[in-house]
């Protein structure tokens, strides 16, 4: 793992999560594969491996650049910007 410029500018402590599950997937009866939450403001959203790719699409439309993992156990984050683990 690498450290990327954006996560010193990221929010301490982390944001609470906004929902259990990805609402937009939810609201569309799909099912997310694995979930991502958003560093910047607590967004739960699907992962790329889902049909809709909701994290991405989350970061796209607001510039949001580090996620981490939602799914239990695990704690690594991904900065879309630097297209890496950190």
Do not use: K, N
């Not at 402590?13 to 991502?36: D, F, K, N, Y």
């Not at 909701?54 to 799914?71: D, I, K, N």
């Amino acid at each position: 793992m690498s450290e990327c410029p954006h996560v010193p500018e990221l929010p301490r402590p982390e944001p609470v999560p906004h929902a259990q599950t990805c609402p937009e997937c939810l609201a569309t009866g799909s099912h997310p594969v694995q979930l991502r939450m958003c560093l910047d403001c607590g967004h739960v959203a699907c992962c790329d491996s889902s049909p809709h790719r909701h994290a991405s699409a989350h970061y796209q439309e607001t510039g949001h650049p580090v996620m981490r993992s939602f799914e239990p156990g695990e704690t690594w984050r991904w900065c879309f910007v630097d297209a890496t683990i950190v």
